[in-house]
């Protein structure tokens, strides 16, 4: 469960205004490889995904 804990301080990070791209990437990065660790839908993990290259395209990191 404390990969839970630890998405969901991922996502408060996220959610902060005014955060540096290469940051929000990481962490999301971070997020999905969390998915896939513990056996999240590939589904959920491919969002995750889909945010990270939102971001890099110029778009918001949606929340989860």
């Known amino acids: 469960k404390s990969h ?3 998405t969901r301080q991922f996502e408060m990070l996220i959610a902060m205004p005014k955060q ?3 940051d929000v990437v990481r962490w999301l ?4 490889d969390l ?3 513990f056996g999240a839908n590939p ?4 969002k995750t995904l889909e945010r ?3 971001v890099l ?3 918001k990191a949606l929340r989860n």
């Open 29 to 32: 990065e971070m997020i999905a």
């Open 20 to 22: 540096q791209q290469r």
């Open 52 to 54: 990270i290259q939102a």
């Open 4 to 6: 839970k804990s630890a």
């Open 35 to 37: 998915q896939q660790r």
């Open 43 to 46: 589904q959920v993990v491919r």
């Open 57 to 59: 395209t110029g778009g």
